[in-house]
């Protein structure tokens, strides 16, 4: 099986990538929802590296003229599919920082209208008035 | 809902996640207060939106409601914050849909009251019980019971119940550093890669009573890819903060 040094780059570079995702999994910097899409592009892209029958086949059933661009063909299409599935999690995300926004103004003025104090907001941790500084 | 706790005995929270679960955590409730009086319960509402909270206030249940769902673990999360802010020893996770039966409460929380493990599974699959579950889940409780008996050298039938008792020193650990939404083997491995006691215990259950099931179509297919990475990453992990 012959592999040219791009085929050879590419493929070791995407295992390199997989790797490293795993590890950012098991360093919890990364869950294993977001995990999922990075592990499949870059299994995909490696398959696709190391094999050059196969590239050659793929390449020539999708009409693609150079092998070199079906990769890259394959990496923007997961690169589209990523972006999208972050707008849908930032979309959530806003919807539930409103939530949670309003959640909080409401637990304010129950706590006010209680008669709990609750320190303004956009004052520092730790604030302490003048008082404090007299020995 | 509180019951004065016999002097010395452990003080022990049932704690129910529940999301929209207005027809099936009514029986549930009524059943609980009938059969196991002397346990405090705590309904975890998670974002809900079919009145499930103010129908656990009007039996007298305490609630603790989210403002959006956060999954089965991020309410277990609430309920063991709660739980150890309020001075409880043992928490109960307790399904809201009617499968689990609190006839068998005592014998989940015993084990753990008396020290002889910190985390105890109420088993559908130690003893025979009336329980069956759909072909596709039997194959994948198989799969994971293969994982955790490869991961830990024990063997735990029913990785997947939720129908668990967990001692102060887990709910500890559990609040911070616990799956959100499938707390199965994954879970179990991470304990017990932390030192933490795990026994199974059997039980019986019964068919969900009334809602609609967790498991979409969606949830299956995507449930064994996440609890077999999962897994795998809960035995090669560093424990949080280490």
Redesign the interface.
């Known amino acids: 099986m012959f592999l040219s040094t791009i085929q050879l780059v590419t493929a070791l570079g995407a295992t390199v990538l997989a790797l490293y995702v795993?590890d950012l999994?098991?360093?919890?910097r990364l869950s294993?929802?977001f995990?999922?899409l990075w592990l499949v592009s870059s299994a995909v892209i490696a398959i696709l590296g190391f094999s050059t029958g196969l590239l050659r086949g793929v390449t020539h059933v999708l009409g693609i003229l150079y092998e070199t661009s079906t990769v890259f063909a394959f990496g923007l299409g997961f690169t589209v599919i990523g972006l999208l599935y972050l707008s849908i999690r930032l979309s959530r995300l806003s919807?539930?920082n409103v939530?949670?926004a309003?959640?909080l103004a409401l637990l304010r003025q129950s706590c006010e209208a209680s008669g709990v104090g609750v320190a303004a907001a956009g004052a520092p941790a730790g604030a302490r008035g003048p008082e404090a500084n007299r020995s | 809902m509180s019951a004065a706790t016999p002097a010395g005995r452990p003080r022990t929270l049932v704690i129910i996640p529940a999301f929209n679960e207005v027809e099936s955590l009514p029986v549930t409730l009524d059943e609980l207060r009938e059969v196991s009086p002397a346990h405090d319960v705590l309904v975890v509402d998670d974002g809900s939106r079919d009145g499930t909270a103010a129908l656990a206030r009007a039996r007298g249940v305490t609630v603790v409601s989210h403002p959006f769902n956060l999954g089965v673990g991020g309410a277990l999360q609430t309920g063991f914050r709660y739980a150890l802010e309020h001075g409880y020893d043992i928490g109960v996770q307790f399904d809201a849909d009617g499968q689990h039966d609190p006839r068998f409460l005592d014998d989940v929380v015993g084990p753990v009251a008396e020290g002889r493990c910190d985390v105890a599974i109420g088993s559908r699959f130690v003893n025979r019980s009336s329980y069956r579950a759909p072909l596709t889940r039997r194959m994948g409780m198989l799969l994971f019971q293969g994982v955790v008996r490869l991961a830990l050298g024990q063997r735990i039938a029913d990785t997947t119940s939720g129908f668990r008792a967990y001692g102060r020193a887990v709910m500890v650990v559990g609040q911070h550093d616990f799956p959100r939404d499938f707390p199965d083997a994954p879970l179990l491995i991470m304990l017990a890669r932390r030192g933490f006691r795990l026994l199974e215990v059997p039980v019986g259950m019964r068919e969900r009573a009334r809602g609609r099931s967790f498991y979409t179509l969606g949830k299956s297919l995507y449930y064994p890819y996440k609890n077999l990475l999962a897994s795998l990453m809960a035995w090669l992990q560093r424990p949080a903060g280490s």
């Open positions: 795993l999994v098991r360093r919890r294993e929802d995990s999922l919807q539930e939530l949670l309003r959640e």
